[in-house]
């Protein structure tokens, strides 16, 4: 299984990213995906979560109103659009395919990461 980020970079504060993922060696569209995020020094976050059909779309409260989860199965592909951005959202952003609460950071299988850097 592999999971691509792309898509991370430096923005001021008030800016805007998309993130983009790209699964493979795994049925993408059968699976919950999620974004995480870590700060430097600081443990994983869980930031939101999609269900195979989108019909299901969950936010940690800190981005609600400003990132919003998609994803297109014919691409095997998960995005987390960033809108809105604080010198806080800086991190690594993970994608990960979910295992257990929607709402935690467990996954079974993760990507590498994309740093997302907001300065002030």
């Known amino acids: 299984v592999q999971l691509v980020e792309s898509g991370g970079g430096s923005v001021q504060s008030g800016g805007s990213l998309k993130l983009s993922c790209v699964g493979s060696g795994l049925s993408f569209s059968a699976w919950t995906m999620k974004w995480v995020r870590q700060a430097p020094g600081k443990g994983l976050e869980w930031v939101s979560t999609?269900?195979?059909?989108?019909?299901?779309?969950e936010y940690a409260e800190f981005v609600k109103g400003r990132f919003t989860i998609s994803r297109d199965n014919a691409k095997n592909a998960l995005y987390l659009q960033m809108d809105s951005l604080k010198s806080e959202d800086t991190a690594m952003y993970f994608c990960?395919?979910?295992?257990?609460?929607?709402?935690?950071?467990?996954?079974?299988?993760r990507g590498r990461g994309t740093q997302v850097t907001v300065s002030s």
């Open positions: 990960a395919a979910n295992s257990g609460a929607y709402d935690s950071v467990s996954y079974l299988y």
């Open positions: 999609i269900t195979p059909t989108s019909d299901i779309r």
